[in-house]
């Protein structure tokens, strides 16, 4: 089987806190119709006021709200004795759409970066809350790469009959036609039959690393982390025919973190547009600016000056779609040091190196090479370092 990581290495990974177990997402329950409140010497067409700010009565503490098209259920309680109890939204385009919803009532409107919106809560029509929704500016990374091809990078990719892949579209054949689709539709298809096989688990190991083995465990009620997805998702668009790799996300404090430090997902390399593509198939993502399927840098950019125009692609039902604001939220930080294996073949007579280390490390300009991760108390003495995107990301021969 491929190599991917090393029996310590793959330990760790199953700490990772980059899970977001199903169970967890968030739906909204259909809010109450909106309480109309009139009154005379008020403002905003009919609304209460109070010391000249709007009034949004309730009965119970537990409050709701919505940045954008997502809800947050149960994430805010009335605190009556903070004197002005603040929510911070984070402001990751322009502005953004806010709703803050009681039991009985409601209060909606547009938050621009370092603006305030003051309005009160009236608890059991006697006692108000001063509640203050404040925009706070998305804080990217400004992150710059060299665009020259180093000359010292090369890859290795399958390029003949495997056993192994043969097997795999034996045992678990994917269950669509691929004839008269582009590669973009073909790997989403692949994507959200990746993504079905099991539930999330980032606390559970599989027993070993390779698509057949998980997707066996997985059949018999098996749960794995994020990078068991990027596994069976490489593994089955090799077996198509593609040129496809795992990558390891780390964040910029990775050697100090004191919480997991990356997450997994997967490159795939698209013919007819003849560039790489990341996806993710723990939450059954692909990332496009306006309509360009994006790699991991690519993306990287697009969440820090194009918010407005990215867009998720996903085959997976609209109630179970994942949200940008909550995906960009969770997988942004582990933008930054990116790693994949220079050997990528199935069962090689010799495992291709260089200088005696498998995997590539991309490191941002001006960044330090990552040469260790206290949380797993590992060296990094696998990869040769380049600041060169090119280098990452060169044609597979």
């Given at each position: 089987?491929?190599?991917?990581?090393?029996?310590?290495?793959?330990?760790?990974?199953s700490?990772?806190?980059?899970?977001?177990d199903?169970?967890?997402?968030?739906?909204?329950?259909?809010?109450?119709?909106?309480?109309?409140?009139?009154?005379?010497?008020?403002?905003?067409?009919?609304?209460?006021?109070?010391?000249?700010?709007?009034?949004?009565?309730?009965?119970?503490?537990?409050?709701d709200?919505?940045?954008?098209?997502?809800?947050?259920?149960?994430?805010?309680?009335?605190?009556?004795e903070?004197?002005?109890?603040?929510?911070?939204?984070?402001?990751?385009?322009?502005?953004e759409?806010?709703?803050?919803?009681?039991?009985l009532?409601?209060?909606?409107f547009?938050?621009?970066?370092?603006?305030?919106?003051?309005?009160?809560?009236?608890?059991?029509?006697?006692?108000?809350?001063?509640?203050?929704?404040?925009?706070?500016?998305?804080?990217?990374?400004?992150?710059?790469?060299?665009?020259?091809?180093?000359?010292?990078?090369?890859?290795?990719?399958?390029?003949?009959?495997?056993?192994?892949?043969?097997n795999l579209?034996?045992?678990?054949?994917l269950?669509f036609?691929?004839?008269?689709?582009?590669?973009?539709?073909?790997v989403?298809?692949?994507?959200?039959?990746?993504?079905?096989?099991?539930?999330?688990?980032?606390n559970?190991?599989?027993?070993?690393n390779?698509?057949?083995?998980i997707?066996k465990?997985?059949?018999?009620?098996?749960?794995?982390?994020?990078?068991?997805?990027?596994i069976?998702?490489?593994?089955?668009?090799?077996?198509?025919?593609?040129n496809?790799?795992?990558?390891?996300?780390?964040?910029?404090?990775a050697?100090?973190?004191?919480s997991?430090?990356?997450?997994v997902?997967?490159?795939?390399?698209?013919?007819?547009?003849?560039?790489?593509?990341?996806?993710?198939?723990?939450?059954?993502?692909l990332?496009?600016?306006?309509g360009?399927?994006?790699?991991?840098i690519?993306?990287?950019?697009?969440i820090?000056?194009?918010?407005?125009?990215?867009e998720l692609?996903?085959?997976?039902?609209?109630?179970?779609?994942?949200?940008?604001?909550?995906?960009?939220?969770?997988?942004y930080?582990?933008?930054?040091?990116?790693?994949?294996?220079?050997?990528?073949?199935?069962d090689?007579?010799?495992?291709?190196?260089?200088?005696?280390?498998?995997?590539?490390m991309?490191?941002?300009?001006?960044?330090?090479?990552?040469a260790?991760?206290?949380?797993?108390?590992i060296?990094?003495?696998?990869?040769?370092?380049?600041?060169?995107?090119?280098d990452?990301?060169s044609?597979?021969?």
């Amino acid at each position: 089987m491929i190599e991917t990581q090393s029996s310590i290495e793959s330990e760790c990974y199953s700490n990772f806190v980059c899970y977001k177990d199903q169970s967890m997402k968030i739906y909204y329950r259909v809010l109450l119709l909106t309480l109309v409140i009139t009154s005379c010497t008020t403002k905003d067409k009919g609304r209460l006021t109070h010391n000249g700010l709007p009034i949004i009565k309730a009965t119970q503490t537990d409050i709701d709200f919505k940045v954008g098209d997502d809800w947050f259920s149960g994430w805010w309680t009335i605190a009556l004795e903070v004197e002005n109890d603040t929510l911070q939204v984070i402001c990751f385009g322009q502005k953004e759409t806010f709703r803050f919803a009681t039991d009985l009532d409601s209060i909606e409107f547009e938050i621009e970066p370092g603006e305030s919106k003051n309005f009160y809560v009236l608890l059991h029509d006697s006692l108000y809350a001063h509640t203050i929704i404040q925009g706070v500016p998305f804080q990217s990374n400004k992150i710059i790469y060299d665009s020259v091809n180093s000359g010292r990078v090369e890859f290795m990719y399958q390029t003949e009959k495997s056993e192994y892949l043969s097997n795999l579209m034996k045992e678990f054949p994917l269950e669509f036609n691929t004839n008269e689709m582009s590669d973009k539709e073909i790997v989403l298809a692949v994507l959200n039959w990746t993504n079905s096989r099991w539930q999330h688990d980032g606390n559970n190991l599989p027993k070993k690393n390779d698509a057949i083995s998980i997707l066996k465990e997985a059949e018999q009620g098996g749960r794995f982390p994020c990078f068991a997805y990027a596994i069976v998702l490489r593994d089955q668009l090799t077996a198509l025919g593609y040129n496809a790799r795992t990558v390891y996300l780390k964040t910029q404090d990775a050697e100090v973190r004191e919480s997991s430090p990356g997450h997994v997902a997967t490159e795939v390399f698209l013919n007819d547009l003849e560039k790489w593509v990341f996806v993710d198939g723990q939450f059954n993502v692909l990332s496009t600016l306006n309509g360009k399927p994006l790699n991991a840098i690519e993306f990287q950019n697009a969440i820090s000056n194009h918010y407005d125009e990215l867009e998720l692609e996903s085959l997976a039902e609209p109630d179970y779609a994942e949200s940008k604001r909550l995906y960009v939220e969770f997988v942004y930080d582990y933008l930054f040091y990116i790693d994949t294996a220079l050997d990528n073949r199935y069962d090689p007579d010799e495992r291709f190196t260089i200088n005696g280390k498998r995997s590539l490390m991309l490191v941002p300009k001006e960044a330090d090479n990552l040469a260790h991760i206290n949380f797993w108390d590992i060296d990094i003495d696998f990869c040769i370092y380049t600041n060169s995107a090119m280098d990452f990301y060169s044609r597979p021969n």
